[in-house]
C-alpha cells in the first residue's frame, strides 16, 4: 500500500502570509495527487487534481506542484477563509490520504 | 446541480453489519467517467478511503478493509450501498460518499456528501 505523510502537522500563520504544505509518497505515483481543504464539521472540498491543476471556481492564491514522491500546496497570500486542515490524497494505487495538516491563526 | 446524500442508522452494536445508502442526483450512475467513492472519518482525525465504483461495475477495496466490505450501485435508484460487517467501536466515524470523475487518468472526488455519523457501541 503507498503510504503519504505530510509536514507539518500544524502551521500557524497570519493573514498575508505565504503557506507551504509538503506531501510526500512511500512511491512514487506520479502526478496522481489531489489537495482538499476542510472545515471543521464540513465535507472536504477538492481544491487541486494532477498535483498541479487547479480544480473550477478555486481561487488562484491556491497552487501545487511536484511529482513523483513529493509534493507541495501554496497558498500565495493567506486569507481569513483559508484557515482550515489540508489533505493530500494519491490515486496512482487505489487511494489514500495524508493525515492532514490544520492551518491555524498565529 | 450535483448532490450526494448519505443514509443509514446512526447506532449499531459491535458485530453487527453497517449498511449505507448513498443517494445521488445531477449525474448518471450509467455515465461512463462517474462513480462513487465511500470516505469515512473518525472523530478528530483524517480521512480513510474505503471503496468506489463506477458505471462499469469496476470496484476497487481498501486493502486492509476487503474482507469486510461490499459495495454495489442501482443505477435505475441512483444509489451506491456500502456494507461493512463487524462493526467495532473503531470504526466510529463519519461516512462521506463523493462523486468519483475519472477521466484521462485523472481522479476527482468532488462533490462530497454532507456525511452521515455512525457510532459503534452496546
Known amino acids: 500500500d503507498i503510504q503519504m505523510t505530510q509536514s507539518p502537522s500544524t502551521l500557524s500563520a497570519s493573514v498575508g502570509d505565504r503557506v507551504t504544505i509538503t506531501c510526500r509518497a512511500s512511491?512514487?505515483?506520479?502526478?496522481?495527487l489531489a489537495w482538499y481543504q476542510q472545515k471543521p464539521g464540513k465535507a472536504p472540498k477538492l481544491l487541486i487534481y494532477?498535483?498541479?491543476s487547479l480544480e473550477s471556481g478555486v481561487p488562484s492564491r491556491f497552487s501545487g506542484s511536484g511529482s513523483g514522491t513529493e509534493f507541495t500546496l501554496t497558498i500565495s497570500s493567506l486569507q481569513p477563509d483559508d484557515f482550515a486542515t489540508y489533505y493530500c490524497?494519491?490515486?496512482?494505487?487505489?487511494?489514500?490520504f495524508g493525515p492532514g495538516t490544520k492551518v491555524d491563526i498565529k | 446541480q450535483v448532490t450526494l446524500k448519505e443514509s443509514g442508522p446512526v447506532l449499531v452494536k459491535p458485530t453487527e453489519t453497517l449498511t449505507l445508502t448513498c443517494t445521488v442526483s445531477?449525474?448518471?450512475?450509467?455515465?461512463?467517467?462517474?462513480?462513487v467513492s465511500w470516505i469515512r472519518q473518525p472523530p478528530g482525525k483524517a480521512l480513510e478511503w474505503l471503496a468506489h465504483?463506477?458505471?462499469?461495475?469496476?470496484?476497487s477495496y481498501s486493502t486492509s478493509l476487503k474482507s469486510r466490505l461490499t459495495i454495489s450501485k442501482d443505477t435505475s435508484k441512483s444509489q451506491v450501498v456500502l456494507t461493512m460487517t463487524n462493526m467495532d467501536p473503531v470504526d466510529t466515524a463519519t461516512y462521506y460518499c463523493?462523486?468519483?470523475?475519472?477521466?484521462?487518468?485523472?481522479?476527482?472526488?468532488?462533490?462530497w456528501g454532507q456525511g452521515t455519523l455512525v457510532t459503534v457501541s452496546s
Open positions: 465504483i463506477f458505471s462499469n461495475d469496476e470496484k
Open positions: 490524497q494519491q490515486y496512482n494505487s487505489y487511494s489514500t
Open positions: 463523493a462523486r468519483s470523475y475519472r477521466t484521462l487518468g485523472i481522479l476527482k472526488f468532488d462533490p
Open positions: 494532477k498535483a498541479s
Open positions: 512511491q512514487s505515483i506520479s502526478s496522481w
Open positions: 445531477g449525474f448518471s450512475l450509467s455515465n461512463a467517467r462517474m462513480g
